[in-house]
């Protein structure tokens, strides 16, 4: 039986803990301790740190995580309610609305589609706005 100190093995331990375990353990913590050593020398010599920062979409993936069935579901809901607030605007409202908010098209782009005035695109818009926020208000 060999006698090994937790902390070296385990960074959890803040303190000195000793305990008894077979040869065979014993070696295999080293083995593993000295691997370990091996790759981060070899990560050093060939450079092969990652910088999150460096836009290939490694920080993306690691900052990435599956919603939850509880965030599916208040998505799902607060689509509903927006789908609702949108559909009850009239016709010319809600096609500006959406053009303008959704599909991120400019006034301007919308007006010279449409063949009317920027100004009352911008009006329509801002009403339409204010007419889904009274109808969630209502529905909330």
Sequence with gaps: MTTINLKDFYAWYTHNEYIEVSDEVAAELRADKLYELAHQRRITRNKAQYSLDC?????????????????????????????????????????????CIIEGKSY?????????????????????????????????
Excluded: H
Excluded at 59 to 85: K, V
């Design 55 to 99: 836009d290939d979409g490694i920080e993306y993936s690691a900052c990435l995580s599956e919603p939850t069935p509880q965030e599916l579901l208040e998505r799902m809901e607060q689509f509903y309610y927006l789908w609702n607030a949108l559909n009850s605007l009239p016709e010319a409202q809600g096609r500006r609305v959406d053009a």
């Design 108 to 140: 301007c782009e919308v007006a010279l589609e449409e063949g009317v005035n920027e100004s009352a695109v911008r009006r329509a818009v801002e009403r339409g706005l204010e007419n889904m926020k009274k109808y969630l208000k209502n529905c909330l």
